[in-house]
């Protein structure tokens, strides 16, 4: 059985719009050119970096009003060095096909992939997963979302799956910035993914997130900070379950706030 992993990447840049009365710029340019920078002083429209092996720095030269402006309902980040955050998002899986192999009755198999998290922003982030349909062969047959052993696990709330006449397909979190539910029930707890192919949608469900910046874990530097979460992917049949190859797509979005 082969399930497929997509990744996809949401920045989301907000962008604030105040009211301005009057606007007083100058426009340098004539026949035969025309200069467009931001303001005009030594350094505008000017990435000025130095850097080696262990720093960079960016500098605005001559900027006015450079810096961090805030009020109840608004945030301005006024310079150029605003431009870059000091550890960039980044966002990967480590493995995007997994496969169950030969799959027998009442034998649980499992899989297991990697979702890493660099982030340095001045917001939050999250990690969200969809399924985009149930497991299902080529002739139409389904392996219905696991319900775990009490039958109540969902796409929200993990429960215990330990027994071997459960069936269904389900994943586990490990790792950081995971939901409170797979920490407070354990390893042995799942939940099933939501599927996207019913009607109505059901809404995707958060597998990663964290409202604060990403902070160094011992050993890491600068350029290697980031936050990671192991999905643990189980699929247990049934002896009456039809025999074929079965697959889905489950979609991960990586969504920074800046």
């Known amino acids: 059985m082969t399930l497929i992993i997509m990744k996809n990447f949401v920045i989301i840049f907000l962008i604030l719009l105040l009211p301005i009365k009057t606007v007083k710029a100058d426009r340098l340019e004539s026949a035969g050119y025309r200069i467009e920078f931001s303001n005009i002083n030594i350094g505008s429209g000017v990435e000025n970096d130095s850097n080696n092996d262990q720093y960079r720095l960016s500098t605005t030269l001559g900027q006015t009003a450079a810096g961090r402006f805030q009020k109840d309902n608004y945030l301005i980040r006024a310079g150029f060095q605003y431009i870059h955050s000091i550890v960039p998002f980044t966002f990967s899986i480590s493995k995007v096909n997994i496969n169950f192999g030969v799959v027998e009755p009442n034998v649980p198999k499992t899989d297991s992939t990697v979702l890493k998290v660099s982030f340095g922003g001045a917001g939050n982030y999250q990690v969200t997963a969809v399924e985009e349909g149930r497991l299902r062969s080529l002739s139409g047959q389904t392996i219905e979302d696991t319900g775990c052993d009490d039958g109540r696990c969902d796409e ?34 799942y939940r099933r993914f939501p599927n996207s192919a019913v009607n109505p949608p059901e809404p995707e469900a958060v597998v990663m997130n964290n409202q604060a910046v990403t902070q160094n874990k011992p050993n890491e530097t600068k350029k290697n900070i980031y936050h990671q979460a192991v999905v643990n992917f189980k699929l247990n049949t049934s002896p009456i379950q039809p025999a074929g190859t079965y697959q889905t797509i489950v979609k991960f979005v990586a969504v920074p706030t800046y």
């Open 156 to 189: 929200k709330i993990s429960r215990p799956w330990i027994s071997t006449t459960t069936y269904g397909f389900g994943y586990n979190l490990t790792g950081d910035d995971i939901p409170s539910t797979f920490i407070s029930c354990g390893t042995n707890c």
